[in-house]
């Protein structure tokens, strides 16, 4: 009985001392170590979400310019019973949507057929 005591209060200010380590260097040295950055050469961050970036795209389509077939990205397609839903440039579409300029005719499993300026655009998904 007197061995399993002397052993957890061993255990016990091992702990302590480990603790009071941890505050001290948490105080001596705010935020070094602390930061980390990835370093994705040149692949896409993992970390970072593929849908909804506001750094590249506002509401309502590009940033600063207006859509055309060259800047319209399609990031993913949603399928559901009551019907397909696209995201394009951060924003969640279906058929009949319009965004900018942009109006989209079809939503398929792999596909999204978009009209800009009464021209048709195929989107295919993972091309």
């Given amino acids: 009985m007197c061995r399993t005591k002397t052993v957890q209060n061993q255990y016990t200010v091992k702990v302590l001392k480990n603790a009071?380590?941890?505050a001290v260097v948490m105080f001596c040295f705010p935020g070094r170590g602390m930061a980390f950055e990835y370093d994705s050469q040149e692949t896409r961050?993992?970390?970072?979400?593929?849908v909804g970036l506001k750094d590249e795209m506002s509401q309502g389509g590009i940033d600063g310019g207006t859509l055309s077939p060259g800047n319209v990205i399609l990031q993913g397609i949603i399928t559901s019973s009551e019907g397909n839903i696209a995201i394009i440039n951060g924003e969640f579409l279906k058929a009949g949507d319009s965004l900018d300029h942009m109006t989209v005719q079809?939503?398929?499993?792999?596909v999204v057929v978009i009209e800009i300026d009464k021209q048709e655009y195929e989107l295919v998904l993972y091309e």
Avoid at 45 to 50: Q, R, S, T
Avoid at 106 to 110: E, N
Wanted: aromatic fraction near 8%; charge should be negative.
């Fill in 106 to 110: 079809s939503v398929g499993k792999d």
């Fill in 20 to 22: 009071l380590l941890v």
């Fill in 45 to 50: 961050d993992p970390f970072v979400p593929l």
